[in-house]
C-alpha cells in the first residue's frame, strides 16, 4: 500500500537509485508519475506492506518499503528491480551502477565513475567538506541522517 512518506519507520527498506544524468524538465511529471504508480500497485496483494518514494533532485530515484509486518518476497524485490530496468531503458540512463560517486558541486549534483572521483579528490578539486551522497545506504533512519554528508564523515573519506 503507498502511504506518505513522513510514515514510514526507521527501519524500513531503502533503496536509492542515482540516474546517471538529471532527468529532463518535460521528463520529470512521466517519471514521478511511473515510480508513483509503480510504488501504489507493488505488493498491492499485501495489505500490511507500506511502501513510499522521493524524487530528489531530479536525478536520485529512492523506493522505500516498510515491511516489518509482512516480509518483501524475491518476487516483489525483482518486480522492483524490473521497473528500474525499464526506466533506465525509457529514457537513456544507468540507475543501476553502483560504482559512481555522486556529490554536490555547488548548487548541482555531479555524478562521477569512481576513478574519476579519486583524482578529483587527489587534485583537490574536492575536499572533505563536499557532500557526497551515500547511495549504498540501505534502511530509512540512515536515509534521513546520513545520505547527504561531508565526504570526512562518510566511508568515502578512505579516498582522502
Same mark, same amino acid.
Given at each position: 500500500?503507498?502511504?506518505?512518506?513522513?510514515?514510514?519507520?526507521?527501519?524500513?527498506?531503502?533503496?536509492?537509485?542515482?540516474?546517471?544524468?538529471?532527468?529532463?524538465?518535460?521528463?520529470?511529471?512521466?517519471?514521478?508519475?511511473?515510480?508513483?504508480?509503480?510504488?501504489?500497485?507493488?505488493? #498491492? *496483494?499485501?495489505?500490511? !506492506? +507500506?511502501?513510499?518514494?522521493?524524487?530528489?533532485?531530479?536525478?536520485?530515484?529512492? %523506493?522505500?518499503? $516498510?515491511?516489518?509486518?509482512?516480509?518483501?518476497?524475491?518476487?516483489?524485490?525483482?518486480?522492483?528491480?524490473?521497473?528500474?530496468?525499464?526506466?533506465?531503458?525509457?529514457?537513456?540512463?544507468?540507475?543501476?551502477?553502483?560504482?559512481?560517486?555522486?556529490?554536490?558541486?555547488?548548487?548541482?549534483?555531479?555524478? #562521477? *565513475?569512481?576513478?574519476? !572521483? +579519486?583524482?578529483?579528490?587527489?587534485?583537490?578539486?574536492?575536499?572533505?567538506?563536499? %557532500?557526497?551522497? $551515500?547511495?549504498?545506504?540501505?534502511?530509512?533512519?540512515?536515509?534521513?541522517?546520513?545520505?547527504?554528508?561531508?565526504?570526512?564523515?562518510?566511508?568515502?573519506?578512505?579516498?582522502?
Amino acid at each position: 500500500m503507498f502511504v506518505d512518506y513522513k510514515s514510514i519507520t526507521d527501519d524500513a527498506k531503502v533503496w536509492i537509485y542515482p540516474s546517471s544524468r538529471k532527468f529532463y524538465k518535460n521528463e520529470i511529471e512521466t517519471v514521478e508519475n511511473a515510480i508513483k504508480t509503480f510504488v501504489e500497485n507493488w505488493n #498491492k *496483494e499485501d495489505e500490511n !506492506f +507500506k511502501a513510499s518514494y522521493q524524487f530528489l533532485y531530479n536525478r536520485f530515484i529512492v %523506493i522505500v518499503a $516498510d515491511d516489518e509486518k509482512s516480509p518483501l518476497t524475491n518476487t516483489a524485490i525483482d518486480a522492483s528491480v524490473s521497473f528500474i530496468l525499464d526506466l533506465q531503458e525509457t529514457y537513456n540512463v544507468q540507475l543501476l551502477d553502483k560504482m559512481n560517486v555522486c556529490f554536490k558541486q555547488g548548487e548541482f549534483v555531479q555524478y #562521477k *565513475e569512481l576513478k574519476d !572521483f +579519486k583524482k578529483l579528490l587527489k587534485n583537490k578539486a574536492l575536499t572533505g567538506k563536499t %557532500i557526497i551522497f $551515500d547511495n549504498l545506504i540501505t534502511n530509512n533512519h540512515d536515509f534521513k541522517n546520513y545520505w547527504e554528508t561531508p565526504i570526512e564523515d562518510s566511508w568515502y573519506s578512505r579516498f582522502l
